[in-house]
């Protein structure tokens, strides 16, 4: 699952940018970590920008989604700021939290690590829709 | 204003990386113009990245509040992914719903161009918490 | 297409307890109004409760979405708070902004009536599912 | 705190019309409980209609706001309807996600009870935000 997940991540031209890795997966559940760049990745006042930011939960809320629906479209997303992604690493925990025919509904959250430390920052909701297999 | 807001923008590493440009602004709306490139902003079927869809909406509706409320900061946003987002070049339109005190509330519209069409792709809606100017 | 929503509106045991009338209906567009009543439709403060708020924007994206896309199920819907619901009666008007083959996006605007005053209190989003008539 | 939430909760007359209860109440954490009637709850399949399913979860993160920033108003919440709302007593439980000085970010789970089984049928965010006391 993990290999899988790895091999689609790499077929996507902005994550291979970002440098986003699936980092853990078992169904149901993965992990995407990303190392901040200054350079590119900041906004106005030098933290994540909220397109990263929507970009890893969207990403973890569909990786998850795809473990148990095979290829998923997301309809839906949405992000609340709890705090500045200020961080070195980000970490994106997404989880399915209910797998049906026609939607699926899944979570995530967006960890900043700082050193040892780690700081929930957003988190962010999606709801995905299975495609054909193409 | 608009001037005010090109200045912003070139503050962000990641909208001058995005190669993002402000292209009309008055009070309560403004309008975003980025090129899509497919080297480094796609996902796996090659259409615009959910992170950047989140991106231009979240800063259309962030600066749409920056005419009104000077700095603001979002709390949350949300996507409605309508259809696919492919094209050439990439149109938000951001305007204020509600201007209040403690919040605004700010809806986004992104529309992808392809030769002279226009397509609404997906929709979004920001509320973004007014900070005091540094 | 009026008679219709009003037939189906009259099956609702919470639409009838609220006194929920359908008083326009066209392709993709709905008006529903509501008159408030203060003994068991109020929150804490006397303002319209926030279940009826949002009951309202869900019913009537529900019902602009039923216009175009026969039944339909609500697989989510929010609501933005613009300001305090007061007034005497409550105007819903609810619009598609895409149906698609799988989900439908509607959008409602809710206004409070006071006199010969309409002001807009809170808007919402919801997406809806097609499912087979029973 | 709780006696202080059930005290708030009854000056409500919609929670009181429907017959809201808070049934555990600590930092940070509440539950409701509600007794579904058809005669005057159902919509059009005589399922709990989604108005007191978004009452249900935003008064729960309300009051879970409560129990930490004191008197709050909701600007935003939305709803996942992940399974249809059936049962004969509903339960919701919502918490603290984040406690700011300007937003408190709550969530919520609602489960419906048929005998012994609990089954998670919606789920929902709220965002609240703090109010100076009268």
Redesign the interface.
């Known amino acids: 699952m993990l290999n899988t997940l790895k091999q ?1 991540n790499s ?8 440098g986003l890795e699936v980092t853990r997966a078992q169904s149901g559940e993965v992990e995407l970590t990303m190392a901040f760049r ?7 006042s030098g933290f994540l ?8 939960l ?2 973890a809320c ?1 990786f998850a989604a795809g473990t148990v629906a095979g290829s998923v ?12 992604a200020i961080g070195e690493v980000f970490i994106a925990r997404g989880r399915v ?2 797998a ?1 025919k ?2 699926v ?1 899944a979570r995530a959250e967006l960890f900043a690590q700082t050193g040892d430390q780690l700081k ?1 920052v957003p ?1 962010g ?1 999606a ?1 995905l ?1 299975p495609v054909e297999e193409r």
């Open positions: 689609i077929t996507s031209a902005f994550n291979r940018w970002a200054e350079a590119d990745m900041a906004q106005y920008h909220a397109g990263l930011i929507g970009g890893l969207d990403t569909g479209l997301a309809s839906h997303f949405s992000v609340n700021c709890l705090a500045p939290v209910k049906g026609k939607q509904f929930l988190t909701d709801i829709v």
